[in-house]
């Protein structure tokens, strides 16, 4: 949705010059909005129905006996909710300060890149937030990966997907693996994962291993690699960059795609209210003359929320 103020101009230039860049750069470093695929919703607030697993986990006994009826069931419904929120951030493009820079950059292309950054790292933050404080259960690898003589990464991960298969009634296609990118490296280096690549992909040295060819070799959805990390220090002090995603942690996890029904399995969702914000983020522009400026806008309405129970369609494996 537009904004309802004729002052404020919707971009969809901008937002088009912006998603070449997430493209190219930041979709590298982010993977919340695959750890948290998206799913439009009508209103801010509300719920969905989820179907219990105990529908389909318990046999129901259908056997039939002459003359009489046939056996009923009944299921079980529950319930999820979301709340969603808007974020947003301006950022004002001085009448000289765009002319001083004029030979030498597009002043609101560059504060739109700066924009959709920030709230793409915000999004991040959150779902990795929301995974780290699901409470999911803790399974520690046979043998830390780091010990690459006789780790097993492969069975570590074998055993996760077997469980969200009996869990959840899925296959290993319908995996993804979320794991940060010191993990992904110690996972390069163990002498299991090395003799698996000289006859999956013979002649490629493991250490160039990428992400797909990682999946491929699982047999799973996707990889998808943590690697984003921010200044946790204020302003004027030394930077000092954290990972967002905790190394030594990571995440087997039945993933929908953006706009999936709700009634595919997915660990999380990322609630976005399309009436006020259709697009992550939308981004406008509007004019502020006592400060000569105009002012380049982006904001997101979201919740990111896990959408079915604790361990239902997420594996933690620890000590990595």
Not at 260 to 275: I, K, N, Q, Y
Request: hydrophobic share 40%.
């Amino acid at each position: 949705m537009r904004s309802e103020s004729t002052l404020v101009t919707y971009r969809p230039d901008l937002s088009a010059q912006v998603n070449e860049y997430d493209a190219e750069k930041a979709a590298t470093r982010f993977i919340g909005r695959l750890a948290a695929p998206v799913f439009t919703v009508p209103e801010a607030s509300g719920g969905y129905p989820i179907i219990n697993r105990e529908n389909f986990k318990k046999p129901a006994n259908a056997k039939r006996a002459e003359g009489a009826k046939f056996n009923r069931i009944t299921g079980e419904f529950g319930k999820g909710t979301f709340d969603c929120e808007e974020y947003g951030l301006e950022y004002p493009i001085d009448d000289r300060k765009r002319r001083r820079y004029r030979n030498l950059i597009d002043a609101e292309a560059a504060g739109s890149k700066v924009l959709w950054f920030q709230l793409l790292l915000g999004h991040e933050i959150r779902v990795a937030t929301l995974y780290s404080g699901a409470g999911f259960s803790n399974t520690n690898v046979a043998t830390d990966w780091s010990t690459t003589a006789t780790a097993v990464p492969l069975d570590d991960i074998a055993t996760g997907i077997e469980t969200l298969e009996d869990n959840c009634g899925v296959g290993p296609a319908d995996v993804s693996m979320i794991i940060p990118r010191p993990d992904f490296r110690e996972l390069q280096r163990t002498a299991q994962v090395i003799d698996k690549t000289k006859y999956t992909y013979p002649g490629l040295q493991p250490a160039l291993l990428q992400a797909t060819q990682v999946a491929a070799m699982l047999g799973i959805k996707q990889v998808l690699i943590a690697r984003s990390s921010y200044d946790t220090k204020e302003e004027g002090v030394t930077e000092s960059m954290s990972q967002i995603w905790t190394a030594g942690v990571m995440y087997l996890a039945v993933l929908a795609d953006d706009e999936g029904p709700l009634e595919e399995p997915s660990a999380a969702r990322t609630m976005m209210w399309d009436v006020n914000a259709p697009e992550m983020p939308v981004m406008e522009s509007y004019r502020e003359e006592n400060i000569k400026s105009d002012i380049v806008r982006a904001r997101m309405d979201t919740d990111e929320v896990l959408t079915g129970a604790v361990n239902l369609f997420a594996y933690k494996l620890t000590n990595t």
